[in-house]
């Protein structure tokens, strides 16, 4: 069975760092690219970026570049999204999701891992 | 970036209605358009990929149309477990851009 595990709820403090991670199972991880998802309190989803574990080649959307760092560790098949100094404004619901399917359609998605950064 | 137009924003119906959702794509993604539900406090569903394909396991009421940079996605009879909110998602070229999404109230 195809699964992507995320790690567990986040309470951080502005200018903090951080890392998440999404861990697959169930398949070849380096087969399909792995993506990260954002969804703001209430919000619609925004595609962050995604990478091939494979060689770590990387695509990230305009809005994301240089605020967060994707990146994957294929020996333990576990993908990450890292931020080197958080806002408040990065409160939100981070999904991992394997984009597998016909079209490159996201066809497996983590369980969202809740970040929330306050003072 | 290509830009992803959903209408509408939301939409109130009932049991055993039709319901159409659109999605227009700001330049031409070659069919690659895929729709997804989100439940409240769970991960979006793939439904639909490459416009018109039914993902494994999805009901046949679900059904996804195209005619060049505009998509349609159809509910041919609403169920109580469709009440939910829908996002359409082109994957031609990255960022991989979600149209706004749409939520199904019941009427």
């Known amino acids: 069975e195809v699964q992507l595990v995320q790690s567990g709820v986040e309470v951080k403090k502005p200018g903090e760092s951080l890392e998440i991670s999404c861990k697959g199972s169930g398949y070849s991880f380096t087969t399909y690219w792995i993506g990260w998802v954002r969804q703001l309190p209430g919000k619609g989803l925004e595609w962050m970026g995604i990478?091939?574990?494979?060689?770590?080649?990387?695509r990230y959307n305009s809005s994301f570049q240089g605020q967060v760092i994707i990146s994957a560790d294929k020996s333990i098949s576990t993908a990450y999204l890292h931020w080197t100094s958080l806002k408040a404004s990065d409160t939100a619901i981070y999904y991992c999701?394997?984009?597998?399917?016909?079209?490159?359609?996201?066809?497996?998605w983590g369980q969202g891992t809740l970040v929330t950064v306050s003072s | 970036d290509i830009q992803m137009t959903q209408s509408p924003s939301s939409l109130s119906a009932s049991v055993g209605d039709r319901v159409t959702i659109t999605c227009r794509a700001s330049?031409?993604?070659?069919?690659?358009l895929n729709w997804y539900q989100q439940k409240p406090g769970k991960a979006p569903n793939l439904l639909i990929y490459?416009?018109?394909s039914l993902q494994s396991g999805v009901p046949s009421r679900f059904s996804g149309s195209a005619s060049g940079t505009d998509f349609t996605l159809t509910i041919s009879s609403l169920q109580p477990e469709d009440f939910a909110t829908y996002y359409c998602q082109q994957s031609y070229s990255p960022p991989y851009t979600f149209g706004q999404g749409t939520n199904l109230e019941i009427k």
């Open positions: 490459a416009a018109s």
């Open positions: 330049q031409n993604i070659n069919n690659y």
């Open positions: 990478i091939n574990p494979g060689d770590s080649d990387t």
């Open positions: 999701a394997r984009q597998g399917g016909g079209s490159v359609s996201i066809d497996y």
